[in-house]
């Protein structure tokens, strides 16, 4: 499972519950206009473009981003924490 938090302009992304990448994201902004395209790139583009050839099966979308501790807990074998 691959999970992606952003916090401010700091992204992570987490395999299996592991930290395995850090990057610097671009801020969300609640004036914007175009929608949001789940599994597309090409921001800011209509019709988006460049669409993930696959499936998504357990999206979650939350209004913060989840601790280190959040994200492991949300796999089988991690301890049941749930986002506050």
Not at 49 to 77: C, K, M, Q, T
Request: one cysteine or more; a negative charge.
């Amino acid at each position: 499972m691959i999970t992606v938090t952003v916090q401010d302009i700091e992204g992570l992304v987490y395999v299996n519950g592991k930290s395995v990448h850090s990057f610097e994201a671009k801020p969300f902004l609640a004036t914007d206009t175009v929608p949001i395209c789940i599994g597309c790139n090409d921001y800011n583009t209509l019709p988006p473009r460049h669409f993930f050839a696959g499936s998504i099966d357990d999206l979650r979308i939350y209004h913060r981003a989840l601790s280190s501790e959040e994200v492991r807990a949300l796999y089988p074998n991690s301890p049941n924490v749930a986002p506050k």
